[in-house]
């Protein structure tokens, strides 16, 4: 049962694909993925890409995902990590697959300085809160988050 974490390459473009429409499946969003292996290879791996994955495997097999970007927190002057997707395929939860990517991650973050690893979660999950709590994680109750999309997005620049 040895888990092992690995920087994706484009090769795994497909595979990171079929992770983030599992995930969107199980968040009642699949409706939402937009993209395709091209869209992956280009925004995850072009030259000009700001955010990075991983692939965790267990003997090899791949059985979970994740994607983060640096951050930058002006109070702090220091980066921080945000961890886009975190996934774990559900017939291999349970094996420590999500914790291993998130301490691959936090482990990142205090070798590179960063002054904070952070992260959304859908407020019904209540498996993933549970998980994240189990690990000393605490909910920022005090922000709200904004976003732009689509036609306001493409409206708001243009205005």
Request: charged share 20%; proline share 4%; with cysteine.
């Amino acid at each position: 049962m040895a888990l092992h974490i690995r920087p994706a390459t484009v090769e795994d473009a497909a595979l990171i694909l079929d992770f983030i429409t599992d995930l969107a499946i199980y968040e009642k969003a699949e409706h939402e993925v937009k993209t395709d292996v091209a869209g992956i290879q280009a925004s995850l791996f072009g030259p000009d890409s700001t955010s990075h994955a991983l692939i965790c495997e267990q003997n090899g097999v791949p059985v979970g995902y994740a994607v983060y970007f640096f951050s930058y927190s002006t109070w702090l002057g220091k980066h921080g990590i945000y961890l886009e997707d975190l996934y774990v395929s559900p017939d291999h939860r349970k094996i420590g697959a999500g914790k291993a990517l998130l301490r691959h991650l936090a482990q990142l973050a205090v070798s590179k300085g960063c002054g904070r690893l952070e992260w959304a979660v859908l407020d019904w999950n209540t498996p993933a809160i549970e998980f994240y709590e189990s690990f000393g994680a605490k909910p920022q109750d005090e922000w709200t988050t904004y976003r732009l999309t689509g036609q306001a997005l493409l409206d708001f620049a243009q205005s």
